[in-house]
Structures are given as structure tokens and as C-alpha cells.
């Protein structure tokens, strides 16, 4: 069992790393400061430092592992920076200057981005062994991308880019690649940025270099995360993948300079340790490392993360990160502590160049400003709070309800990795009713009922009382109130303002209204159910009578107000004399009505449309999701008494125009007459 249990970590390990690399590159021209900037996530799970050379035509500084000589993104005293990811070119196994040798002779030898591309040139015809995407920027604002294989390269220069930035992942689209899950999530992330104008270090080390995503989709992993990863994990962890990949190892933004700034200025604000659990931190190619980050080629930052990261990782071999530590309610949360003290560091730099460009500097400066804040984040990460208390905790789908209530009762403890006992008392009556995980209840009796849960590990165990937690009531009518009391158009006003209705939740708890329907007009009409109503909250607007042509003295009309747990019918009353006495043309004209009832549904469903004068010629034409006719159904507006002539329905049983049975599924419908109405609404069949 064990030796499975350790080839099963082995393999995600393997996975993960296989994502490989993210990196970027913008320009000045989109970035909050004017400065372009390069960034990378490096996806080797390995020791590392900033090393640091002062022997070669220029000195500069890179990140790259413990006793090894590669530097995988790096910047010298020019102000030119590179870094890489892997590509999908062939790998010919020439021995030639690999990826890492390019990037080191690079930052020893050039200066700018034409220097370097001048070298790709030369090296096209006596052959390199790369195969890799290298963003570059230097100090005359070039920045941009190269796809380089062992005899080629392609420029993506971000001058010519849309949105000026280009990102990479583990493929080159001149090697055969396409896409890849960490490249959309980047392109996303970085493409949201720039159209808020919000590109800038702090943006990227918050939103993009600790963005966790699912590997196979791309799609966003929030933290916290809400839930179970799966139905083995503890509430709350996560597999760490996409860009911030439980692989990653260290991360770096570098910054370019303004055009009139000294070229010491370009800063490399550095993350060693999986950027999840670290902080960066500025280093400057004009001076050696801070001690933090170089003591004879350890870095007491690096291990200072790793152990943070011991504790933030703390199931299946640092793979499932615990994301309510990271982020947490309590505002405790080890990010919420971090994003705030990198913000500051960003803040602080910025200050010194300002008053550095504006009297004067030595390269002391730099150096003492640098170190000072190096050993700032080691302190920070040393003292940082993690919250590893055990907090027992459970939730439910739904608290309220009539006798028959089914409650969804799912056990939501935070930071309780090895828990593997659950002990359930639905009722409070010290009897254990389920000892499993999740499990759905059904209270049959009307009462206010109290839950206990015990959750243990075989050693310790802990306990949650949640008091009066599922209420059972005998009525609807004590969940919602609506106001006012009678819903009577009975004046002029009423007629031309319509009436203003609330719907108030008068209990304890977070009470969920599925939908609204009614035979009138109410808006706003854009309201997105279901639409959640806080305990003592209300939701307001305002309901309208179609303009109506009435032969008797009083109409009845109705609203609906569906919950899962029951109907609600308000009788909506009108006094046609007040309309009869009045020009049809003073009174406004509501939109189209348009609705359908009930939806979804199995059998049919009723169509119901208003029109604001006799209209001939009126259809409502059903169209399947793809957007194909399915039914025209005809509607005989002047067969229609004419107490009722500008509120119609028609009824549809699902049928196409053969009279066939249409399958289940989304269908949509439009009222097609002389008033060119234009309203579309979608329903739903259910077989």
C-alpha cells in the first residue's frame, strides 16, 4: 500500500511539472508606470538562489538552482533582460549552446535587443541547441518574444502585438503547437490587466503568478476554494495547477526603465520557493545579491518559503495546498498578509527612484536599499501567521422549509488534513444519526432543529453545534412577506406610476426566491433568478397592468412567487373605471410582455403576450438551440372577447410543425407581429 500510495505521488508530481513554464513579455506602452516588463514561473522543484557575476564583459544577476552554473531568467548592468520556457522544437542533441548557455552568454555579452537578435542570426548558420520561447526587454523599451529552435527564430515583437504583451507556455506556434491550458489562463489574465489599465508588478504578482487553474481546462481555481477538490480530499485543498503549479520553484517580474531613467534602476523583483508560499523581493544587476538571497549559493528566503510551504502543503507531499490558509474570513490569511507587504515593497522602490532621479545616488544606495528590504521578507516570511487550528464546520443546502424537508448536510471542516471520522446528530437529541461524510436528511415534522457534528483523526477530535439551524415551518407565509398587504390599482397614480412591491425575508437565515411570474408587466425586468434575499433583507420593484380595455368594473390578476419550498399567489386588483377614464393614449406603453408558464416544463406550457393595439397577423415562432425553426403557432386576436384583447396566451405541447414530439432540451420563442417586437425568451422541455 505504501509503495502505491508513493508512486501515486510520484506520478502527480511528474504531471505537474510537465506543465512546465509560463512566461511574458509587455511594453512600456501598457503598463501603469510606462515600464516593460518580463515574467516567468519556473517550474523546477529544486533548491534555488540569486546568483550573481561579476567575471565576464558585464556583470549581472539571474535565478538559477544550488551548484549549477545556468541561469533561467536573469538581467545585467545594460538593463538587458532574458528568460525562457520550453518549446516543442526538435531537441537534435547537437551539444551546442543550449537554453540555459544562450541565456548566460546573452546576459554577459549584450546590451540591447538587437545585439542579442544579431546573435540568433549568426548562430541560425552555425547552429544552437534551444528550443525555447526567450522574452527579452532592455533599456530603450524594446521588449519582445522569440520562438528559437536549433537553426531559427521568430520575433513577436509586442510594438506590433494586440494589447502590446505576449505570453508563452510550453509550445511555439512555429513548432507545432497551439495552445496550452497555462497560455489561455495568462493570455486571459494579462489581456483583463491591460483593458482596466492595471498592468503593472504588483497585478502580475497577485492575478498571474499565483493563478492556480485546472490543468486540463484553464478555467480558474478561486481561493478560497469552497469545496472538496474531490470526494477524497479535506474541505478546502486543492491540487496546485496551472501557472502557480505546485512545481514552480521561484518567479520573477523584471522591470525595464523609463526613457530617462538610469538604466541602475531595472529591478528584478524576485520569488524563491513555489510563489505561492513566498515574496518577492527587488534585486539590482549593479550590485551583488542580498545575503537572503546569496550566502555562498544558499538562500535562507528559499528555505524559509519551503518550510511555509510545508505548512500550506500539508496532504499528499506538498501536491494539495490548503486554500483557507492562503485566504480566510477571519482576514488572517497568509496571502492577505503578503499581497499588502509586496505592495508596499513596490511602493517604497518606486519612491526611492523618484527621489534618486531627482537629486542624486550612489550605487551604495541601491545596494543598502535592496538588502534592507531582503531581509525585511525573510523576517516577514519567518513571523508570518498560519492558521492551522482545526475549525469543525458543516453546511447545508438549504435551512428552511415545509414537513418533507430534504437538507444536503455536507461536512466543511478547515484545516484538518487526516480526518477520518464523522459523527452526525441531525436533531440534537444525543443520538448519532449518520457517521459519514455528506449525507442528505429529510425532516418530516414542522420545528426549529439544532445540529451537532464530531470530526476526528483517530488521536483528537472536535466538535460544532450550529443552534436552530433548520427551521421546518407549517406555512410558506412564514418565510416571505409581501407588501403592501393589498395589491390594488385603485387611483390615477396608480395607473401611471405603478405599484412599488416588496418581498421581505422575515427570518433568521438566507432565504433563495427561484422566480417571479405574473400576467402583468414588473420591472426591473432583468432580474437574475434565483436571486438569494439575506435574513431581514428585502427585494423591491415595481409591478404595471398591461393598458388594458376592460367591460366590467374590477380585474383580478396574479403574482407567483416560487421558492423550492412552495408557491405564493397575490391577487393583483384593478379598478378599470380609473383606466376607462382616462386616454388610452396618456397612458404609458409597457413593453411587450412576453412570458411563459410553466417553465420548465414536461407536458405544455401556456405563452402569454400582451400587444398595445389590435394587431393582425401575430405568431410565436419556436426555434431549437441552434437557432432552426421548430413550431409557428398562429394566434386569432379577434376571436378573443374583448375584455381581454391586449393580454393573450397561446398554448404550445411541444410539438414541431408535423405535430412530432420535440426531445428535451432548450428551445427559445419570439412574438412576431406588426409592432416588430423583437423580444426573445427561453424555455425549457423536460421529458
Known amino acids: 500500500m505504501n509503495r502505491v500510495y508513493f508512486i501515486l505521488i510520484i506520478l502527480l508530481f511528474i504531471h505537474t511539472i510537465s506543465e512546465t513554464c509560463t512566461i511574458g513579455v509587455a511594453s512600456g506602452s501598457v503598463t501603469t508606470d510606462g515600464r516593460p516588463l518580463i515574467w516567468k514561473n519556473r517550474d523546477v522543484y529544486t533548491s534555488v538562489y540569486v546568483h550573481y557575476c561579476d567575471t565576464l564583459s558585464n556583470k549581472f544577476i539571474g535565478v538559477g538552482n544550488e551548484n549549477n552554473e545556468y541561469i533561467w531568467m536573469g538581467v545585467n548592468e545594460h538593463g538587458f533582460a532574458i528568460l525562457n520556457s520550453l518549446a516543442d522544437f526538435p531537441d537534435q542533441g547537437n551539444g551546442r549552446m543550449g537554453n540555459g548557455d544562450t541565456m548566460k552568454h546573452a546576459l554577459a555579452n549584450f546590451s540591447t535587443v538587437g545585439e542579442f537578435e544579431a546573435f540568433l542570426d549568426s548562430t541560425n548558420i552555425t547552429g544552437r541547441e534551444t528550443h525555447a520561447n526567450m522574452a527579452v526587454i532592455d533599456s530603450t523599451g524594446a521588449a519582445k518574444m522569440y520562438e528559437v529552435s536549433e537553426d531559427n527564430y521568430w520575433i513577436f515583437d509586442t510594438a506590433d502585438a494586440e494589447n502590446s504583451f505576449v505570453v508563452r507556455a510550453v509550445f511555439a506556434l512555429n513548432g507545432g503547437g497551439t495552445t496550452s491550458p497555462n497560455y489561455e489562463a495568462s493570455k486571459a489574465i494579462i489581456g483583463d490587466l491591460v483593458e482596466n489599465n492595471n498592468l503593472n508588478v504588483g497585478s502580475i504578482l497577485h492575478y498571474n503568478i499565483r493563478e492556480f487553474s485546472d490543468h486540463s481546462t484553464g478555467e480558474h481555481i478561486p481561493v478560497p476554494y469552497e469545496n472538496r477538490w474531490d470526494a477524497t480530499l479535506p474541505f478546502g485543498y486543492i491540487q496546485a495547477q496551472g ?14 526603465t523609463l526613457p530617462d531613467e538610469p538604466v541602475d534602476f531595472t529591478t528584478m523583483w524576485t520569488l524563491l520557493g513555489q510563489p505561492s508560499t513566498t515574496i518577492a523581493f527587488p534585486c539590482f544587476p549593479v550590485c551583488s545579491p542580498p545575503p537572503e538571497a546569496n550566502n555562498n549559493g544558499i538562500s535562507t528566503i528559499y528555505y524559509q518559503a519551503y518550510a511555509n510551504q510545508m505548512i500550506l502543503f500539508d496532504y499528499m507531499a506538498t501536491i494539495y495546498v490548503d486554500t483557507y490558509k492562503l485566504i480566510n474570513y477571519n482576514s488572517t490569511g497568509y496571502w492577505t498578509q503578503i499581497f499588502p507587504q509586496e505592495d508596499d515593497y513596490i511602493s517604497q522602490v518606486d519612491s526611492l527612484k523618484n527621489y534618486w532621479s531627482e537629486n542624486s545616488y550612489e550605487i551604495d544606495d541601491i545596494r543598502n536599499a535592496q538588502n534592507d528590504l531582503a531581509a525585511d521578507a525573510l523576517a516577514f516570511l519567518q513571523n508570518a501567521y498560519i492558521e492551522t487550528e482545526v475549525i469543525p464546520d458543516f453546511r447545508a443546502d438549504i435551512r428552511y422549509g415545509l414537513p418533507g424537508l430534504e437538507v444536503l448536510l455536507e461536512e466543511s471542516s478547515l484545516h484538518f488534513p487526516d480526518i477520518n471520522s464523522w459523527q452526525w446528530d441531525f436533531d440534537h437529541d444525543a443520538t448519532i444519526d449518520f457517521d459519514g461524510i455528506d449525507t442528505v436528511w429529510t425532516y418530516t415534522e414542522a420545528g426549529t432543529y439544532t445540529v451537532y457534528l464530531n470530526v476526528g483523526n483517530g488521536e483528537d477530535s472536535y466538535q460544532i453545534i450550529k443552534e436552530d439551524y433548520i427551521n421546518v415551518l407549517n406555512s410558506i407565509d412564514e418565510i416571505i412577506n409581501v407588501e403592501p398587504d393589498s395589491l390594488f390599482f385603485q387611483t390615477e397614480e396608480d395607473a401611471f406610476t405603478g405599484l412599488d412591491i416588496t418581498i421581505h425575508n422575515q427570518l433568521a437565515i438566507d432565504i433563495t426566491i427561484d422566480s417571479l411570474y405574473t400576467e402583468c408587466y414588473y420591472e426591473p425586468n432583468d432580474i437574475e433568478f434565483p436571486i438569494l434575499i439575506p435574513d431581514n433583507e ?46 388610452n393614449e396618456d397612458i404609458p406603453l409597457v413593453n411587450t410582455y412576453l412570458s411563459n408558464f410553466p417553465n420548465p416544463f414536461s407536458s405544455e406550457t401556456t405563452i402569454s403576450f400582451n400587444c398595445h393595439r389590435d394587431t393582425e397577423d401575430t405568431e410565436i415562432v419556436i426555434y431549437n438551440i441552434r437557432g432552426q425553426k421548430v413550431r409557428t403557432l398562429e394566434c386569432n386576436i379577434h376571436d378573443i372577447a374583448a375584455s381581454t384583447r391586449l393580454m393573450h396566451s397561446i398554448t404550445w405541447d411541444g410539438s414541431d410543425e408535423n405535430r412530432k414530439f420535440l426531445s428535451s432540451g432548450i428551445y427559445f420563442y419570439k412574438l412576431d407581429n406588426a409592432e416588430k417586437s423583437s423580444q426573445i425568451r427561453k424555455m425549457i422541455l423536460i421529458k
Open 538 to 583: 428585502f427585494i423591491e420593484f415595481t409591478i404595471w397592468v398591461p393598458m388594458p380595455v376592460f367591460d366590467r368594473d374590477i380585474i383580478c390578476y396574479y403574482l407567483y412567487i416560487y421558492t423550492s419550498n412552495g408557491i405564493m399567489e397575490y391577487p393583483i386588483y384593478v379598478d378599470t373605471v380609473i383606466y376607462n377614464n382616462v386616454e
Open 243 to 256: 501557472i502557480c503549479n505546485n512545481g514552480n520553484g521561484s518567479a520573477v517580474i523584471i522591470q525595464g
